[in-house]
């Protein structure tokens, strides 16, 4: 069994700012991609960033340059820093991740959500 919990959602103004984590545990032999995704109220959820084993990341245009991915390979975790946070962001929020079990079948995983509310 895999499992990944997130944690660090909350309520925040406008232009402020979260750091949400993610950690992975259970029966793993490796993590390839970890990644956020997110759903909004009445949207259809969609992917945020993601950061390869190597450190390679990526971001939706929406996020790109307020928020920051990065992983511990070590701890098997996943971090978002946002800032500058915007009404839109508002969302709940899911972790994601490529795991390869011993004997080298992969699962993705998701995390169960974290709520992420920006409002004055």
């Known amino acids: 069994q895999v499992q990944l919990v997130e944690s660090g959602g909350g309520l925040v103004q406008p232009g402020g700012s979260l750091r949400l984590s993610c950690a992975a545990s259970?029966?793993?032999?490796?993590?390839?991609?970890m990644g956020w995704y997110r759903q909004g109220p009445g949207k259809e959820r969609e992917w945020v960033a993601n950061?390869?084993?190597?450190?390679?990341?990526r971001y939706a245009d929406s996020v790109n340059g307020r928020f920051t991915i990065s992983r511990d390979n070590a701890k098997n975790t996943v971090a978002l820093q946002m800032n500058s946070l915007k009404p839109e962001d508002t969302a709940v929020y899911y972790c994601?991740?490529?795991?390869?079990?011993?004997?080298?079948?992969?699962?993705?995983?998701w995390g169960q959500g974290t709520q992420v509310t920006v409002s004055s």
């Open positions: 259970g029966s793993i032999f490796s993590i390839d991609v």
């Open positions: 950061i390869a084993g190597g450190g390679t990341t």
């Open positions: 994601n991740a490529v795991i390869f079990r011993p004997g080298g079948i992969p699962l993705t995983s």
